[in-house]
């Protein structure tokens, strides 16, 4: 993964993210804020880290070009589409674009303290619903809980639709 594209989805795509949110999930890491999914594998590993280490490893990974998945037909991306272009008004989802860009591309933080909404194009299906998923329990945190809160009106099909769609998204 020397270009940030992961090939197992368990593990997150981090070419093309921004380089403010790259830092601010290992730093998270390493102060112990986010133990969620694979963050025991990295602790380790950014244990050691300087803030100028992280500061040009996010960088770095922030040049990388990130390449798309393809969307799986048979996990109802046009369901996806939906959600992530128009929401689910009725169970008060709003659409993913809305943060994270008609793309996906996200918005970065602009050099404020705030992270900015992470690029989600092209991420593993799998990733992303295991993300959900750690939001509607409450095990990852959000700014603002924002994600806590949408997750937990998702249904699974609603989870595994979107999720889908994302990974299709150039």
Not at 15 to 29: E, P, R, T, V
């Amino acid at each position: 993964m020397v270009d940030g594209n992961s090939t197992i989805a368990m593990y997150p795509k981090i070419a093309g993210q921004h380089s403010d949110y790259i830092f601010k999930q290992m730093l998270d890491i390493k102060k112990g804020e986010r133990k969620t999914g694979n963050s025991a594998v990295m602790a380790p590993i950014v244990q050691n880290m300087s803030e100028a280490d992280m500061h040009n490893i996010a960088a770095y990974f922030a040049t990388q070009q990130a390449k798309a998945g393809e969307a799986n037909p048979k996990a109802n991306p046009e369901l996806g589409k939906t959600i992530f272009r128009s929401g689910l008004p009725g169970k008060s989802i709003p659409a993913c674009m809305s943060c994270h860009g008609p793309a996906g591309a996200g918005y970065p933080a602009g050099g404020t303290t705030f992270s900015g909404f992470p690029r989600v194009g092209g991420q593993h299906e799998g990733y992303i619903a295991d993300q959900l998923h750690l939001y509607a329990k409450g095990e990852r945190k959000s700014p603002n809980s924002i994600m806590e809160d949408i997750a937990s009106r998702m249904s699974e099909d609603d989870i595994r639709a979107v999720s889908t769609y994302i990974q299709g998204l150039k």
